[in-house]
């Protein structure tokens, strides 16, 4: 997808591509490096070159990025001696390593601007500023050692730090946020830089959609530039798919979509995208004011400042803000008249007309549509085969492989080599045991994330932790015991490691103490702590070190897949279908509707862990709509409550053979996957909603626009999707005008104008159309 996705950021407008490096990708057991296939970091900054832009290459090497534990890979954790991110040799060590280990594949691929590339900028650290303080004396000698270890590097282009206020240096501190325009670098010799403008958020399992508006996002960045900003990159322009286990915690999504410019498959995310191009252009277009101009400040009502940038040879930009939130303003600026909407800014790139203004958006809105699969005959019957999860071995008789006399915390035990880890002990009762006639209840302390419990083979319950920032929770059930030796085997389930606070590297996962027996007789409460008893760990799944999910595993004569009586909701399932790839190149998704929890494999490819069944919690939708003015943050326009967090899975096409796939589940929670359906994401329809005098596009993206749906002249109402005409509209038939126009072309572009659409007697026309796209498959 690179050169499609890196094309699209170059038409948008954007002049660089900045990217992190994820250590735990490229290094995953200690000194063992993997820079092949999707990890080929110089293969992605020469596709960058190729078309033309710059990059900043954010090496960190911590990173965050909700990423799996930040980055950091797991075995560092488990070096003995190590304390990350402060004076501590043995980690600096080891990130002075893969530090140079970067650099230096860069420097011999001369992609460095100092040497002839395009590398404009690289990081180091990651935010550490907004953590620092609990590390105390240690994380100030650490971040001046990153700044040296950095320097000594000599890349011979600057050395960025993000959110450091007064960086050592003579690395240069820049800013992260949703808006930066406020924010100022402490040495005033330091450029005014935005390393990251949220341009959405991220999910979490139990979260709503984010949305970002297109008006706001485009407000804070000519805000940012309004107010003396000079490099301002988007964090995401694309955010993509996490797929494997690289999700990080507590409980991110498997889709990274952030609501960005480009969505999570690649397509360009309109309004968001197109608008935000309009933006680049005309900044563009004012570099040479921006960059040689005196700035000057003029208020010109209550709420609307001008800034002009003016240069010695008479050369002038403007920009006119409105930042109340609620008033939109009409003011005069050197005797002309302009109306700045609320929370919006107008840029004049000759300080006299508008060339663009932040809340009225031209570009064309996208509607996605998803349809089912044409290669297939009958897309919703696919034809499963399944085979159990051999848990018996662990849950009926603890068998496996470490023993240790205390309960052990999930990443020290099982290094990340699997979500799953089994924690089994046993208990013996004598006949008389007061145990034998009470109740008995089994008490787990779990710092996250989900946990099977089962006695005596039996399987008792399963818990996880609610969606929120505390995973912690306690497991409490009452059981059954024997008398002679019980079995209590609890499968741990994490999913993804904390990525993000200060020491989050320490945070708990899997199983902690205590675990006990908890016996209610009579009124009164006796436990028994089972925390340091005899403990048998088992790492990961009996499918999953097999590879149940290869394909050629998963067709092996031998392999005991069994078609007959494919059982629904039953958990530690796997399932196993195959399917045609949909025609055509549109991404591809998988439906997993009507499935629990588990992890999916196309063509023995991970397309990440899912969990159709987590349902975003309706509270955190509001039902007042989503306006675009005032601060955004992640609690705001969110969508999509009531609804599971993430029902669609992206299918890469590069998974995908022409002949038959194969998709396999493993399914842990129990789910019925008669529903599963492949798709295709396409735009569905367009629309375009603008006043008279712009010049507006339409365009189905490579198909032919098959129908005008609506269109009317004048005083429209509604949006995409319900447009509806109001008394004021012009008489001229708007329809037939935009057949002849557009039916049939991928695009088409136009002015609006009442020599075109006619005469409406109303102020402040706007046409507002919706064209359908052909359903075309090639
Ligand atoms: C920042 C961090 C990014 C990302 C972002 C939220 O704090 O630097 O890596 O985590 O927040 O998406």
Request: aromatic fraction near 12%.
């Amino acid at each position: 997808m690179w050169p499609d996705l890196i094309r699209k950021a170059k038409e948008g407008g954007l002049d660089a591509v900045e990217t992190y490096v994820f250590w735990n990708a490229h290094e995953p057991v200690r000194r063992q490096y993997d820079f092949s296939g999707n990890l080929d970091l110089v293969r992605f900054l020469k596709t960058i070159r190729d078309e033309g832009l710059y990059a900043i290459l954010r090496i960190g090497p911590y990173a965050c990025a909700e990423w799996n534990y930040g980055g950091f890979p797991m075995w560092l954790h488990n070096m003995p001696g190590v304390s990350f991110r402060t004076k501590n040799d043995v980690f600096m060590n080891e990130m002075k390593n893969f530090t140079s280990l970067i650099v230096d594949m860069v420097k011999r691929e001369r992609l460095f601007a100092s040497q002839g590339g395009h590398i404009i900028l690289a990081q180091i650290e990651n935010e550490y500023g907004n953590v620092m303080k609990p590390y105390g004396e240690d994380g100030k000698s650490y971040i001046n050692w990153c700044a040296q270890m950095a320097d000594s590097l000599d890349i011979g282009v600057p050395w960025i730090m993000c959110q450091q206020a007064g960086a050592p240096k003579p690395m240069l501190e820049t800013c992260n946020g949703w808006y930066c325009d406020q924010y100022k670098p402490k040495d005033p010799n330091t450029p005014k830089m935005w390393t990251e403008n949220w341009t959405g958020w991220f999910k979490s399992w139990g979260g709503a959609d984010p949305l970002r508006t297109a008006e706001d996002l485009a407000y804070s960045v000519a805000r940012f530039f309004q107010k003396g900003g000079t490099l301002q990159n988007y964090y995401m322009y694309h955010g993509g798919t996490n797929f494997g286990r690289t999700s990080g915690g507590p409980y991110m999504t498997t889709t990274y979509d952030y609501n960005a410019p480009l969505d999570e498959y690649g397509n360009l995310n309109q309004p968001k995208w197109g608008h935000l191009k309009q933006l680049h252009h005309v900044l563009h277009s004012i570099e040479y004011t921006l960059t040689h101009g005196d700035v000057n400040t003029q208020k010109i009502d209550n709420s609307v400042t001008a800034t002009v940038y003016e240069t010695n040879d008479n050369k002038s930009s403007c920009f006119l803000s409105n930042t109340n939130t609620t008033t939109d303003a009409n003011v005069n600026f050197g005797g002309i008249n302009y109306f700045i909407p609320a929370w919006s800014i107008s840029i004049l790139p000759d300080c006299r007309g508008e060339a663009y203004n932040t809340a009225k958006v031209y570009a064309q809105t996208s509607m996605m549509i998803k349809r089912s699969n044409k290669a297939e005959d009958e897309p919703e019957s696919l034809k499963w085969a399944w085979r159990p999860e051999l848990i018996e071995s662990a849950s009926v008789h603890g068998k496996g492989d470490v023993f240790v006399n205390k309960i052990v915390d999930q990443k020290d035990m099982a290094n990340d080599a699997s979500d799953y880890l089994w924690y089994m002990t046993s208990v013996v009762l004598a006949k008389d045991d007061p145990m034998l006639n009470g109740t008995v209840t089994l008490r787990v302390a779990d710092t996250g994330h989900v946990l099977h419990v089962f006695v005596n083979g039996k399987y008792i319950d399963s818990q996880w932790a609610k969606y929120g920032n505390n995973v912690a929770y306690v497991f409490e059930k009452n059981i059954k015991l024997s008398p002679g030796k019980n079995l209590i085997s609890l499968l741990s389930v994490t999913v993804g490691f904390k990525n993000y606070e200060a020491k989050f590297d320490l945070v708990g996962a899997g199983i902690a103490s205590p675990v006990e027996l908890v016996l209610n007789m009579r009124n009164q409460t006796f436990v028994k702590d089972l925390s340091s008893n005899k403990w048998t760990y088992k790492i990961g799944l009996d499918g999953i070190s097999n590879k149940f999910f290869n394909t050629d595993c998963a067709s092996k004569p031998s392999s005991k897949w069994v078609s007959d009586q494919v059982p629904i909701n039953r958990n530690f399932t796997w399932y196993k279908t195959t399917f045609k790839a949909p025609l055509g190149n549109k991404p591809v998704v998988v439906d997993l509707l009507g499935l629990g929890k588990g992890m999916a494999w196309v063509n023995g490819h991970s397309l990440g862990r899912y969990w159709p069944s987590y349902i975003a919690d309706k509270k955190l939708c509001k039902t007042k709509p989503c306006d675009y003015r005032g601060r955004y943050s992640d609690k705001k326009c969110l969508s999509k409550c009531g609804e599971p967090t993430q029902r669609w899975y992206h299918v890469p096409r590069s998974f995908l053979n022409d002949g038959e796939n194969t998709l396999i589940l493993f399914e842990e929670f129990g789910g019925n996957p008669s529903w599963v359906q492949f798709q295709t994401v396409e735009v569905g329809s367009v629309c375009v909603n603008a006043y008279e005098g712009k010049v507006v596009e339409l365009s189905c993206h490579n198909r032919p626009i098959s129908k005008i749906e609506f269109a009317s002249f004048g005083h429209p109402q509604g949006v995409c999707g319900s447009f509806k005409k109001s008394e004021c509209e012009s008489d001229v038939d708007a329809i037939s005008i935009l057949e002849k126009e557009c039916v049939g072309k991928e695009s088409c572009s136009f002015k609006i104008s009442e020599d075109k659409f006619g005469k409406a007697y109303c102020e402040a026309k706007r046409l507002a159309v919706e064209a359908v796209c052909e359903d075309f498959t090639f």
